[in-house]
C-alpha cells in the first residue's frame, strides 16, 4: 500500500526532499572538509606526499600528534565503556525471580557480545574512535533477518526448496558522519522533520531489492552516469 494518495503527491514529495537534500548538502561542506582533514590527521598521514619548502621535492611528514590524541582518547572510551562485564544486567524487585534472571542475563550478553548476533564490541570500536575523534556518532538500532533459499533433492527425486535462517536479531549500525544528512538548524534528530543516511549496495544488492518490490526501476540507475560518491577514507 503506497503512503502517497496519487502520483501527484509523490511528485510534490519527490521535489521537496531533493530540495532538502542539495540545502543540506551545501550546508554541510565546509564541516564535511574538516572532518576529512581530521580522519588524515588521525592516521599521521600527509596533506601531499612531497612539499618544496626548504627545498624542493623535500620530503613531507605528518606531525602523528593528532594520532597520539585520538588513540589516547578511544583507549580512555574504551577502558570507561567498552570493557564493562557483563555488558547488560537485568534485575528485579521479585526474590523469586532472582535465579532465573542469573540465566536469563547470561543468555542476553552471549546475544550483545555474539558476532553472530549484536556483535557489541566490534560496534564499540568503531562508535568509540569515531566518537573520540569526530566528536560525535549516528547509528542505528534495526532488525535483521537474513535468510537464503537453497534447493535439494528429494528422495523421490523431486525439487525441494528450503529456506535456511543466518540470522534473525537485533543489529548496530554505526554510521559515518559524512553518510547522515539532515539539515543543520535540525539539533534534535528526534524531532526533525526528515533525516537521511547513506546506503552503500552491490548491483545484485539492488536488483535483490527490486525482485521484492522494494525498489523499481533500477535499471535507469545503471543506464545514467555514475555519480561522484564520497569515498571512505581512513
Known sequence: MSIFRDEA?????????LSEVAQAEAERAP??????????QRMAVPDRRHRN?????ASNICTPLALINTNGTFGSLKSTFGVTSPRVTVKSQVQTLEEPLKSFNKLLNLYVTSTKRININEVDNTMLYDCGSLG?????????????????????????????????????IPYRIEDVYTRIHFTNIHTAPWIATVAYLHEHELRQR?????????????????????????
Open 9 to 17: 503527491d509523490r511528485d510534490k514529495f519527490v521535489e521537496y526532499i
Open 31 to 40: 564541516k564535511l572538509a574538516d572532518f576529512e582533514r581530521y580522519r588524515r
Open 53 to 57: 619548502w626548504p627545498w624542493k621535492k
Open 136 to 172: 560525535t556518532q549516528f547509528a542505528r538500532v534495526a532488525w535483521e533477518k537474513d535468510v537464503f533459499k537453497l534447493k535439494r533433492q528429494g528422495e523421490g527425486g523431486e525439487v525441494i526448496e528450503k529456506e535456511i535462517v543466518r540470522k534473525n536479531s537485533p543489529i548496530i
Open 210 to 234: 527490486e525482485a521484492k518490490g522494494i525498489f523499481t526501476e533500477v535499471d535507469k540507475i545503471f543506464s545514467s552516469a555514475p555519480l561522484q560518491i564520497n569515498e571512505p577514507k581512513q
